[in-house]
């Protein structure tokens, strides 16, 4: 039975998190102000922060487990699409009421399930209360070999493009998580899915899965690289504003879920509002065409860069499609 | 004159940051997903993320200058109280309402004064629009020779207790300030204070100096240490329960400030307000014996750690002060 005491303390919380920072003798089981972190010798390391909030990248009533899975998930996307292992993580909670105990246990219970699976520890950080939206604030330290980190800004004429995965799942997992939060079933049934396909969709939103296990063969093997997390078109988009080239997208190269495959058949329309949906958390990486024969299946070629500037997709007939919308602005 | 135009993009604030990451390679100009940092050999790094919000740590119509001074300044101050170096920071901005470019550039001046003063660098972070008040997350990264950060849990019986500067100005400004952006000026009339002191305290509130200037000594020379950001009693009560031990303080040792003199003087009994107040941000250390003549003017020894557990805090002649409450408690 879920215990719904309040917490009272910032401290109970603390004790509720540090079995979570067991293995890093620098995060001093939780009890000092600060985490002390020692890393290994030729290696340097990669830092990211990308908070989290309900109402903008989850529903306060979400599952706590998904919820910490999702707030660990996004940042640790990034240092996979650097190349980068992560290794460490300080996580700030604010919270606007006291959670209960239970959902503290939940909210602990994701969280370890999410560093086993991506195989880092907590080291530290702060709990407070505010007004305003649950916030989870994690800030992740990952490392690479001196010198290997994949940037953004690197990709070069003549690359081609990969994808990891499949694409959108996680956009029409939203929708169809949000009418069912609200009781209805409209879109299911338009699409015609079964529980199972329902299931995947939501399950992709809520708990994304960074793909760590490609860190390795994209620092080795790409040229540039980001995780696509605000859309396709979108952060490709930025990859090519900041290496200073174009890029043509053959959407029909694009791999898609067999439960996506349902949906476009269902409302073709939908199809750029796909392309551009966010939350994906799959790597998108450009590779010097003598790499292309070393990507493993996961990656998927999909387009290639060119001389000049912008994104252009086309479909199998070679026509351009046009977006209302790229992708998602966070501001 | 102020520009009130709205910022309309995330790109729009990266380019106003990214000359603060001028000297950091691995950020990259802010154009990349993560920033890369490569730690120098023989050092541990010390990490930190305390986030400030509007409403709680400072107001929304606070000078933007102030606000990201203050960011900036209590994560540093976490890292002075470990004998650490600040060497970088990310910096994850959250806005329930686009910012004017007046504002973006009036807080982009005063990291970037916070930054200078403290010797470092922003290394990278995010920016997004959530409901909710203005929250600014930073995480801070400090250095410190292998294996000599000051802990928490290390005070030891017969350690002299020393406190940096002047205590419970910080708590006497955010009064002061209160009621000035309520057009009032009851307080400052009933204790006398000129707008020299009145300044005086509010600045201490605003602008919070972090005592990186006494990092190394007491790296050097303590046993061990925190930062006074809760309220000393409270503080000083967590040191003691995570070393295992107890304290006394004679309050007659404590430093004033001059203007906090005429203050106790027209008020004695905001005495136990004064210290249990918050916002001090000076440095809390325990010193054993053979160091207490190491110890630099700006800091004072206060007491002395006792076997047993509790802070006690007595008065000249030493008898008791009893505490209604002990400090500024987040939860």
New interface residues.
């Given amino acids: 039975m879920t215990d719904t005491t309040a917490?009272?303390?910032?401290a109970e919380?603390i004790a509720m998190l540090a079995p979570l920072s067991a293995g890093a003798s620098?995060a001093?089981g939780l009890?000092?102000?600060?985490?002390?972190?020692?890393?290994r010798?030729g290696y340097?390391?990669?830092?990211?922060?990308?908070?989290v909030?309900a109402?903008?990248h989850f529903f306060a009533d979400d599952p706590p487990e998904a919820i910490a899975w999702k707030a660990l998930a996004v940042n640790v996307s990034?240092?996979a699409?650097?190349g980068?292992r992560p290794v460490g993580y300080?996580?700030?909670l604010?919270f606007p009421d006291?959670p209960t105990k239970g959902w503290m246990t939940a909210f602990a219970h994701g969280l370890g399930a999410a560093q086993t699976a991506f195989g880092c520890v907590l080291?530290?950080?702060?709990?407070?209360?505010?007004?305003?939206?649950l916030?989870i604030?994690v800030?992740v330290?990952?490392e690479?070999p001196?010198g290997t980190?994949v940037?953004?800004?690197a990709a070069r004429v003549g690359d081609a493009i990969f994808v990891s995965g499949t694409l959108g799942d996680s956009g029409i997992g939203l929708r169809l998580h949000r009418e069912a939060r609200e009781g209805r079933q409209e879109l299911r049934t338009r699409w015609g899915l079964t529980e199972y396909q329902t299931g995947y969709f939501i399950d992709r939103y809520l708990r994304p899965q960074p793909r760590i296990d490609l860190a390795e063969v994209v620092r080795r093997h790409a040229s540039a690289a980001?995780?696509v997390s605000d859309g396709l078109v979108k952060d490709l988009t930025r990859m090519c504003k900041?290496s200073g080239v174009g890029a043509v997208i053959d959407s029909g190269l694009i791999e898609w879920s067999p439960a996506m495959v349902i949906v476009i058949r269902q409302q073709p329309e939908l199809f750029s509002a796909i392309l551009s949906a966010g939350d994906d958390y799959e790597i998108l990486a450009t590779v010097p065409p003598e790499h292309c024969a070393a990507m493993p299946p996961a990656m998927h070629r999909i387009g290639t860069i060119l001389a000049g500037a912008g994104v252009k997709v086309t479909r199998i007939d070679g026509t351009e499609i046009a977006f209302d919308k790229t992708g998602w602005?966070?501001?």
């Fill in positions: 917490i009272t303390s910032e919380i620098g001093f009890t000092d102000d600060c985490a002390q972190f020692s890393p010798p340097d390391l990669i830092l990211k922060t990308d908070p909030r109402g903008v990034d240092l699409a650097k980068a300080l996580l700030a604010s006291a080291l530290g950080g702060d709990t407070d209360r505010a007004p305003g939206p916030s604030a800030t330290i990952g690479v001196e980190m940037r953004r800004a980001m995780d900041a602005d966070h501001f």
